[in-house]
């Protein structure tokens, strides 16, 4: 929940998130994006802490936040995709790339690897 903080919104949530993946849409284009939320129920700040070393190599670079216990709009691990999909149709996307963010590109790329 420490890492999704974007210029435009300076608070962990569903928003600041989704700056992430309009990014990585642009860098890269929709069919090399997709989204595998990593929340877990339970303590997933705990794990944040005891990995945060991992996280960034410079943490001087770092924007300044506070602590929180979950990003908000994705605190629930079984509400991530709702929420993630509510905001592409809210933003204009199609069915098509829709499908490919939330598995589709995932499938291909494993069925090309596998």
Known sequence: PHTTLS???RE???ESVMDHFTYCVDLVGIDHVT???DTMFGDH???HKT???NYAQNRDAAPDHPNVAYV???ENPAENFTNIVGWLVKHGYG???ISKVIGGNTLRV???VW
């Open 35 to 37: 989204f595998g939320p």
């Open 7 to 9: 210029q435009e919104h």
């Open 110 to 112: 494993l069925d090309h």
């Open 45 to 47: 700040v705990g794990v």
């Open 12 to 14: 962990h949530s569903l």
């Open 72 to 74: 908000d709009g994705l």
């Open 51 to 53: 990995y945060a070393g």
């Open 95 to 97: 069915d098509d790339d």
